[in-house]
């Protein structure tokens, strides 16, 4: 055994002397290097990149081999290749055959004489070349555009966050551009549904949502109705004001997107208020760096208890993708903003200092290294929930100054679409009158749907746009 691998290291060794002295270029994909571990390519005469082997031979596409040529769904777990991920010979840079673009060509050594032969187009290998490339089409963090009350005026006169439903529904490309605009900015409005029909099966909503996936029933139903009613499990069915929230943080994964279509709306006042929590979370950012911090680390503990049902989970009230970076600022980028005042429960973070003892003999009598280690990490909470208070002021302060706000009384006829995970949403009180009727249509979509319509039509439509 140790006999073939000096033999087969001495011949790969052999190969690449003989390889790098004779390689052609090929214009716009050359390889520059191969060992047993990494394979080196230069793209586009520019940029050099090495690609570990196990990646390579993980990520081989070879149907019925590598994955079902139906279903696309890989054939084998990655541990079972990573013995088997040594070229058996010096890679090619050839042309494609059928489509005659470039691709690299790797066979693998499978042991007892056997190869496995895997190709990689240049489209491929581009992709994979950097973080930020391997994120696009997937994530568009980058098309993201944190609004005040004039900017996002400035967008709705201009037409970009109004869409006709006709179009809508009809036409893919526009659909292609209603979900570019709610990743934009978060919120978009879908006019001239046709008027609504009460005593009916048919809700012009779930066409609307159907459009983008398959709607997220919760414990309110697939669809719910927002009027005001008496004995209310919910102050959104009544007539008082609603503060600035999202809606279901006490879920393990709340809902992405919310729907809601005006079907009625002659009342006095209801007008619906909506900020963008982003915004407000790079403003903590950017004036207090350390209340922010604690913003991004400070479990805030949501439930609902009510009508024979117990729902909980904390969260921090910004969460960060990792993944990625404002190059701009040199932070992660805002995933999501978790913010909603009125189902917070008691805070479980921080709350408490530990008792300190008077003397040496009560600490060594009343005190464990563990109890010890605890106390301290108690200390260091609380001196973090400070933090968090003054950052939860700040933020708070800045999406209830009316700069910071858009509000609108949602014109009959007409569906908002907004981001549950970005855009905080509010409702003044209103009056009812005799013959006046406030009534909303709502539903939800998972944030997983919108992405990967948006993925979808991206890789359709995204090269008209580019």
Known sequence: MLKSLVHKNFRLQV??????????????????????????????????????????????????KSIHKDSKQKLFKTSEIVPKSIPASTPKVMEDPRTGALMLEIEWDEGDGKVHKSSYSKQFLTQYSNIEARRIGKFFENDVIQWDRSKLVTAKNKGKIDFEYDSYIKDDLVLFDVLKKINTYGIVFINNIPKQKENTNKWFIEDIATRIGYIRETFYGKLFDVKSVDNAKNIAYTSHSLPLHMDLLYYQSPPGLQLLHSIKNSVEGGESIFSDSFFAAKYVAQTEPQAYFALTNVPISYHYENDEQYYYYARPLVVEDEAST????GQHTIKECNYSPSFQAPFEFGITKPFSPQDKDD?????????????????????????FLRGLAMFEEFVHDPVNQYAIKIPENTCVIFDNRRILHSRNEFVLKEGEERFLKGCYLNKDT??????????KFGHLFS
């Open 15 to 64: 190969q690449g002397i003989r390889r790098l002295a004779s390689v052609a270029s090929n214009t716009g994909l050359e390889l520059v290097d191969s060992s047993d571990t990494s394979t080196t390519i230069k793209l586009d005469d520019k940029m050099l990149v090495t690609y570990h082997n196990v990646f390579l031979r993980d990520s081989c596409t070879m149907a019925d």
């Open 326 to 329: 404002d190059f701009a600022t």
């Open 450 to 459: 919108y992405m990967s319509k948006l993925r979808v039509l991206t890789k």
């Open 363 to 387: 600490l060594v009598s009343s005190h464990s290294i563990s109890s010890n280690v605890n106390n301290a990490k108690e200390i260091g909470d609380s001196y973090l929930f400070k933090d």
